[in-house]
């Protein structure tokens, strides 16, 4: 499942063709979005603008939790990361605007990614790349993107 929250109708309609191609469901959460909590996805597609601060503290406070209640396999108290989604879900954050005030979400290195929001061709490419691998190299991503572009 893709979760998307945005009001860029490019976007949108770029991830739901994503979605289509991959057999991935495409979720558009309502406020104040804890289905981003509640429901396991492959992706997260976020406007923090369009969440607002305090939905967007509550997301970046209930990750924070889980990653301090994370206990490593191998311990006995151990779990490992199928129980903790939600550090595992790649996410793109959509971005309109510099110096914006949000606190970056703790997330697993190579799973966060920043992007313009008004880049639908883009953050499309990049939808693909996470279902895929559930990483991506973002250099190859844009050069790719750019490429399609001519």
């Not at 129980?83 to 793109?92: F, K, S, W």
């Amino acid at each position: 499942m893709i979760q998307v929250v945005t009001d860029n109708l490019e976007v949108a309609g770029a991830l739901v063709d994503v979605g289509h191609e991959l057999d991935a469901t495409v979720h558009f959460p309502d406020y104040p979005y804890t289905d981003l909590i509640a429901l396991s996805s492959s992706l997260l597609v976020v406007d923090r603008n369009v969440m607002g601060k305090e939905a967007w503290q509550t997301f970046c406070g209930y990750r924070q939790e889980e990653r301090a209640a994370y206990v490593p396999k191998g311990t006995p108290e151990g779990r490992g990361p199928a129980e903790y989604h939600g550090l595992y879900t790649p996410m793109v954050i959509l971005i309109s605007r510099r110096g914006e005030d949000f606190p970056r979400p703790p997330a697993s290195p190579g799973q966060l990614f920043y992007v313009e929001k008004f880049s639908d061709d883009l953050v499309a490419e990049l939808a693909r790349e996470l279902l895929r691998h559930k990483t991506a190299d973002i250099h190859s991503v844009v050069e790719r993107v750019n490429r399609n572009r001519m």
